[in-house]
C-alpha cells in the first residue's frame, strides 16, 4: 500500500479480561438443575469424532490478506476482535454477523472470537482466540442458554478452529491475557468498537487512540481492492439476488403491500444466502422519494412504479446492492418513461468515467450534469445547466439527494473508515468494487415540479468492477434499459408459479 501509517504505539497492554460474555442471570422462568440431574446429564454420551474439519473456504486468501497487513506494522502487537451477539429484547438476541475486518482476515462465522497478530521475527505470529467446546465433560452444554450446545450448537472448539482457519496457533479466549502479557512489550493496536470488553482493558493513550484509528483506516484501505476469491462472491451474491427480483416480480402482480415485496426477497436470501445485505427498500409509489424507505408499510398500487433496492448477502459474507424501478402494473406511464430514462442516460454517462485513473467523483460529476440538463428539459430548473450546477448553487440536488457511487464489499457501504485521500479523493484502481447509482426523486409536495412528475422517484443501480482497461457491470444480466424491464416483467409473469 503506497499510504503510510502513523506508527505512533499506544502503551504497554495491561492484564485483559476475556471477551466472553458473564454467564447468564436466571430470569424468572429459569428452573434450577439438581445435582442428580446434572450427574445424569454428564453420563452416557457417545464419543465425538476425532476428524478436523476441513480448511475454510478462501484459506488461501485470508492468509494473504494477514501478511499484507503484518507488513505494514512490524513489531506491533494487532488485536481485532469480531464481537459479541447483540441484545434485540430482554434475553433475545440478533443474529450473529462477524466483525468485518475480523471475517476478512479469518474467515471465522463465530461470535466473542479475537485474532492477535504478534510480532517475530520476519512478520506476525497469528494467534486465534475462540470459545473452546467442552463437549458433553462441563454442565453448561445444557444450562447456559446463551452457549450452552444443546440451546444454540457446538462451538467449533479450539484444535478444530487452527485446523478450520490454517493459523499459527489457536488457543481459548480465557487465555488471551496471558498471551498479550507474555507479547514483547511495544506498540498495541486494537480495532474499537466491536468489543467494550476489548475495548476497556486494552488501554490507549491520545496517541494511541490515533495510532487505532490509523490501524482502522489500513484495514479499510486493504479492503478497496478485491481479489479474485472476493470478486466471485460478490457475483454469487448479485445472481442470488437477481433471482431474488424476479421472486418479488412474480408477486409483485397481486402483492397488496411493501412488506409483501420485502419478505419474497428475504426468502430467497435466507434461502442462498447468509441474510439481506442491508434492510430491504421497497417503496411503491412516492415513498421511492424517501432514500431509505424501510417501513415497508405502504400499498402496492398498479400505475405506480415501485423502487427496489436490494441485495443478498452471501454465506461468504459478500453483499450485493441492486436498485431497480419496476412498473407494477407492467407498463411505463409516459411521465414514468420519461424520468426512468433520464436516470438511466445518467447512469450510462457515469458508466464511461469507470476506469483505472479516473477520480472517484468522475463518475457522479457525469451523472450530475445529464441529470441537470435533463431536469432543465423536463421543465423542473429554470436556469442554465452551468448555474444549476455551479458549486456555488447546487441546484440540482434538491431532486437527486445523493452521489452516485460507494465502494461495496463485505459491507454495502464499504472500506468506511478509509481516509478521505485514498476513497472519495482518490483515483480509481483495477479491482476496486463500486455502486453506480444515480437517482431522481420528486416530492409530491414540490412546487417546482410539472405536476404530472410529482410522486415519481427512480433510481438505477449496479455493482461494477475496475478493470485494466475500464470497468466491467457485475450485475449487468438484470435487465435495466425501460423497455428491457418490461420485457422482463412480462417474462416472468408467463412463467408458470410454482
Known amino acids: 500500500m503506497a499510504a503510510s501509517f502513523d506508527r505512533r504505539a499506544s502503551e504497554p497492554a495491561a492484564p485483559v479480561a476475556s471477551p466472553r460474555a458473564a454467564p447468564p442471570a436466571k430470569a424468572s422462568h429459569d428452573v ?25 473456504a478462501h484459506a488461501a486468501a485470508h492468509h494473504a490478506r494477514r501478511r499484507a497487513l503484518s507488513a505494514m506494522f512490524p513489531g506491533e502487537v494487532l488485536v481485532i476482535p469480531t464481537g459479541h451477539e447483540k441484545v434485540r429484547a430482554n434475553d433475545t438476541h440478533y443474529r450473529f454477523r462477524p466483525g468485518t475486518d475480523f471475517f476478512y482476515l479469518t474467515g471465522n462465522h463465530e461470535p466473542d472470537c479475537v485474532l492477535v497478530m504478534l510480532p517475530k521475527r520476519g512478520g506476525h505470529e497469528d494467534v486465534l482466540l475462540v470459545e473452546p467446546n467442552p463437549g458433553r465433560a462441563d454442565k453448561t452444554f445444557f444450562t447456559d442458554r446463551n452457549k450452552g ?3 444454540v450448537g457446538p462451538r467449533l472448539g479450539v484444535p478444530e478452529s487452527r485446523a478450520r482457519f490454517g493459523v499459527d496457533r489457536c488457543a481459548a479466549i480465557d487465555e ?5 502479557a507474555r507479547a514483547k512489550r511495544g506498540g498495541v493496536r486494537a ?25 482502522a483506516a489500513a484495514l479499510s484501505e486493504l479492503r478497496l481492492k478485491k481479489d479474485r476469491a472476493e470478486l466471485g462472491e460478490l457475483s454469487a451474491a448479485i445472481a442470488s439476488t437477481h433471482r431474488g427480483f424476479e421472486d418479488v416480480i412474480a408477486r409483485m402482480r397481486g402483492a397488496r403491500s411493501e412488506r409483501e415485496i420485502e419478505g419474497v426477497f428475504a426468502l430467497r436470501a435466507r434461502v442462498e444466502g447468509n441474510d439481506v445485505g442491508y434492510g430491504t427498500i421497497a417503496a411503491s409509489g412516492h415513498h421511492a422519494c424517501t432514500l431509505h424507505w424501510t417501513r415497508n408499510d405502504g ?45 438511466a442516460a445518467a447512469q450510462d454517462a457515469a458508466f464511461r468515467e469507470v476506469r483505472p485513473g479516473r477520480d472517484f467523483l468522475a463518475p457522479n460529476r457525469a451523472a450530475m450534469r445529464v441529470l441537470t440538463e435533463g431536469l432543465i428539459e423536463l421543465g423542473v430548473l429554470r436556469c442554465s445547466a452551468e ?30 473508515k478509509a481516509r478521505q485521500e485514498a476513497y472519495k479523493f482518490g483515483k480509481l484502481e483495477p479491482g476496486m468494487v463500486l455502486t453506480v447509482e444515480p437517482g431522481l426523486y420528486f416530492q409530491t409536495d414540490d ?12 433510481r438505477i443501480e449496479d455493482d461494477v468492477v475496475v478493470t485494466k482497461t ?29
Open 32 to 56: 434450577a438443575a439438581p445435582p442428580a440431574l446434572i450427574a445424569f446429564m454428564l453420563k452416557s454420551w457417545k464419543p465425538r469424532p476425532r476428524r478436523l474439519p476441513a480448511k475454510v
Open 149 to 151: 450446545e444443546l440451546w
Open 176 to 180: 488471551l491475557t496471558a498471551i498479550l
Open 191 to 215: 480495532l474499537r468498537g466491536l468489543s467494550e470488553k476489548i475495548d476497556d482493558a486494552v488501554p490507549t493513550t491520545k496517541a494511541g487512540k490515533k495510532a487505532d484509528q490509523a490501524f
Open 299 to 343: 400499498a402496492i398500487k398498479r400505475g405506480d412504479l415501485l423502487l427496489l433496492d436490494a441485495g443478498v448477502e452471501g454465506n461468504s459474507l459478500y453483499t450485493a446492492d441492486i436498485t431497480r424501478t419496476l412498473p407494477i402494473s407492467g407498463r411505463f406511464t409516459g411521465p414514468q418513461r420519461a424520468v426512468y430514462e433520464l436516470v
Open 387 to 416: 448555474e444549476a450546477l455551479d458549486d456555488a448553487h447546487q441546484y440540482y440536488k434538491r431532486y437527486t439527494l445523493h452521489n452516485v457511487s460507494h465502494m461495496l464489499g463485505l459491507d454495502v457501504h464499504d472500506c468506511a
Open 447 to 458: 412546487l417546482t415540479v410539472p405536476a404530472a412528475l410529482r410522486g415519481i422517484g427512480v
Open 470 to 498: 475500464g470497468m466491467r457491470n457485475l450485475s449487468a444480466a438484470i435487465p435495466r434499459d425501460a423497455a428491457d424491464v418490461e420485457a422482463w416483467i412480462a417474462r416472468v409473469w408467463r412463467k408458470p408459479r410454482a
